[in-house]
């Protein structure tokens, strides 16, 4: 197939790539559908939600409502939006339980301040870093997005977007608008091997994240939760963005990027990566 | 669309006139109920921030405002659950543009 190489981004508008076969393909792949169940199930965790207390979410680029599934499965209820038409008719074949609304992200978040008590959104806002007509600016647009978002999420709350960046300078573009619409937070977590996660929290008084460039730290003390999110982080110290070759990380990343490819790889196990004795 | 998704939209889409909101027509041809299950908790923290105004244009079923007490109402707080919730408006919501503004594609439209 033409062009099959080549990343969804490159092909043409979201609402035209994600057209209804695309869409039926989606949710019909139990990988995709476990992979973003996965990846839904880190992000609201990542959102620190206070325990026993439904939630309003706001699911940014939806699409067929996987991602919705999950945060229902949690007992929080959601309003979804997406930019395609195809995506979302799914969405309502499948009686999803939120709501679902179709709106571009990048026009900005049509919500009135303080709505939401979270965002997540799961592979869509790298779609933001591509101009589909000339008069699309990829760091307007993200900035619209951002400073909407900003203003539709009560005070304290956070965003936290998974999204599959194509190189550095589009995390960086994509971290520096949220910053600059006033979300002081900014992580960049590696989950499951090679995805990237991006939290951004708004301004509170109790804000405990500071930003300092792509590997940032999580000041101390956050909930109990947040530690396992601190060791993820530790890979991206050493290199920036990269683990450290021949490590532990790199080959787990490694070995999952050769998965993802359709390749035959030995299962990860306790004994992946680690040092022999010199003699064997 | 859901009148929660409704009441809850503003109109900071690039186009739109700023303030100014747009009533959701639900035809009661295309209306459909899928129910959902009902937490008192979280519709009680929902009622603040609703426009109790426009919820009561599409819901008559509603009381003119909250009660002070509504918090313990169950029985009050069910028929917000239903009307918020579980009843889904098949109809396009029809933002009145106002200014000769057009945007450059429907923003809201075709609310699902
Ligand atoms: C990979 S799918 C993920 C869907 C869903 N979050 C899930 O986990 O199954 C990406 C979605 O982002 C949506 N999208 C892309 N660009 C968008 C935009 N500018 N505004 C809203 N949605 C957009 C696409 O239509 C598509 O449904």
Known sequence: MAGSGRRPEHRGPPELFYDEAEARKYTQNSRVVEIQAQMSERAVELLGLPQDRPCLLLDVGCGS??????????????????????????????????????????????????????????????????????????????????????????????????????????????????????????????????????????????????????????????????????????????AKGKSVKKSRDWILEKKERRRRQGKEVRADTKYTGRKRRPRF | MKLLTH????????????GGGFPLRIQASDVSVRPVPFNAAFVARLVPRLRWGALLEAAESLPPEPAPDYEGDEAFLRRVHHVLLEVRGGGTPKPPFGGGLTPPKPPLGGGV
């Open chain 1, 65 to 238: 409502g996987l991602s919705g599934d999950y945060i229902s499965e949690e007992g929080h209820y959601w309003i979804g939006m997406d930019i395609s038409p195809a995506m979302l008719d799914v969405a309502v074949e499948r009686e999803v339980e939120g709501d679902l609304l179709l709106a571009d992200m990048g026009d900005g978040i049509p919500f009135r301040p303080g709505m939401f008590d979270g965002c997540i959104s799961i592979s869509a806002v790298q779609w933001l870093c591509n101009a589909d007509k000339k008069s699309q600016s990829p760091p307007k647009r993200l900035y619209r997005f951002f400073s909407t978002l900003y203003t539709a999420l009560a005070r304290g709350s956070r965003a936290v977007l998974q999204l599959y960046p194509e190189n550095s300078e589009q995390l960086e573009l994509i971290t520096a608008q949220a910053m600059r619409a006033g979300f002081t937070g900014g992580m960049v977590v590696d989950y499951p091997n090679s995805t990237k996660l991006c939290l951004f929290q708004t301004r509170a008084e109790l804000a405990k994240f500071a930003f300092q460039g792509l590997g940032t730290e999580c000041a101390d003390g956050e909930e109990m939760h947040q530690a396992k999110f601190t060791n993820e982080r530790t890979r991206f110290r050493n």
């Open chain 2, 7 to 18: 009441n809850l939209l503003c109109s900071n889409v690039r186009g739109l006139r700023p």
